[in-house]
């Protein structure tokens, strides 16, 4: 990625990301504090544990839904260790709202009531979703937030994945969150192998440039195009030996190459709302900076996160 590229996603995102993918952008890419990262994510929590207020930008309503919740897990995932009051207050809400066995919706009804995307408030299934529950509970463990039913929801996801005979390309990636930091490591590495020619198969190796660009609005989202870096967006993924290194370099040149030239990359859904829009394409390109990063694509003048959590 050249250095102009870097400076055009740098002013997309001073032009149109949320204070909270500003301060992310300054912390992975300026040397910035982590604290003004906490700070605005605390803004989207509730007073039940969770998180809502259009933290997840498809869902503009107040109240909190555990795929809120994912998303400020994967946020602070990337700060450090999670706080233990804070954890212990996610897992409280997320028991309250889980299946007596320990699964996760991805929101629950209260969703239709509210501002979200047409998907959402259209939901009729409120069931447990594996794909979500794997996601949340590997980061839990990953932080070592321990809870009654943390552990239900890890009885759950095993039973789950050891049952699979086909996945999808949002539950592969759930599930490999979860392998990635469930301690069990010579079960999880035993599972990987075993999954891995569905998991290769639930995403698109070698997508067309245009795959995946938003289309017309409509009511349903389009197919999402899952790439093998959303399953590794780290080179030490659980997830990255089951690609080739030519298929790991052509999924990066293609992120390079679908940069637009204000800086940002779309969404791969359809657009519904433009302030979600906008919040989703800041979230992306502050995501794909850092997969680009991972995988030393960045210009090396740039500073590492401070570690001063």
Known sequence: MTWESFLAAEHFIMRTARLLDRHRFAYHFQAGPAQPVRSALSAYRNIDGGYGNALDPDLRGHASQPLAVDTALRVLDELGPVPHDLGQGICRHLAAVAAPDGGLPPVTSAVRHT??????RQRTDFGPDLALTASVTGRLHRHNITHPWRDRAT???WKHIDALHWT???????ICAFLQHVPDRPRALHTINRLSTMIRAAVNVRPADGAGVPGPRSAAPRHHVHTPLDLAPDPSCIARPLFTDSEIDDALERLERTQRPDGGWDTSW???DTAATLELEGMRTVQRLRVLRAYGRLAPTLPTPRRDR
């Open 115 to 120: 501002e979200s995307a047409p998907w959402w």
């Open 155 to 157: 009885a759950y996801c």
């Open 270 to 272: 359809d657009h519904w």
């Open 168 to 174: 999808e390309p949002h539950e592969a990636v759930g």
